[in-house]
Nanobody
C-alpha cells in the first residue's frame, strides 16, 4: 500500500531552519504531484507548497514565499521542504501528500490529494 512518512520536525527558535523529508513507497513516485500542508491547533489543514512531477512547476502559499523551498528527488522517492527564517506562526503539524495529477500540474487544494502522511510537528518558539 502507499506510505508517506514525514521526518525532520522539531522544536526550534525564531529565525532557525529545518528541513522536512517525506519518504514514499507503494506508488510510482515520479508520476505524482506532491505537496506540503500544515495544520495549526484549531485551524484547518492549509496548503504550503506543491510541486509537479519534476522540479519544474512549483507553487507556494504567500505566507512562505521566499522562506520555504520545496523539492523532490525522484531517484530516492523523497520529497523535501527546506524551511528558513522560521516564525512562531509556522508552528503546526506538517503533512506531505501525493496527488494523481497531469505532469505539469501543481495541486493546491486538499481535495486534490489522494494520499497523506501521518504528519510531523514543527514548533517555533519566540
Amino acid at each position: 500500500q502507499v506510505q508517506l512518512v514525514e521526518s525532520g520536525g522539531g522544536l526550534v527558535q525564531t529565525g532557525d531552519s529545518l528541513r522536512l523529508s517525506c519518504a514514499a513507497s507503494g506508488l510510482t513516485f515520479s508520476t505524482f504531484g506532491l505537496g506540503w500542508f500544515r495544520q495549526a491547533p484549531g485551524d484547518r489543514r492549509r496548503f504550503v507548497a506543491g510541486i509537479s512531477w519534476t522540479n519544474t512547476y512549483i507553487v507556494y502559499d504567500d505566507s512562505v514565499k521566499g522562506r520555504f523551498t520545496i523539492s523532490r528527488d525522484n531517484a530516492k522517492n523523497t520529497l523535501y521542504l527546506q524551511m528558513n527564517s522560521l516564525k512562531p506562526e509556522d508552528t503546526a503539524v506538517y503533512y506531505c501528500a501525493a496527488a494523481k495529477t497531469a505532469p505539469k500540474v501543481v495541486a493546491t487544494l486538499r481535495d486534490d490529494y489522494d494520499y497523506w502522511g501521518q504528519g510531523t510537528q514543527v514548533t517555533v518558539s519566540s
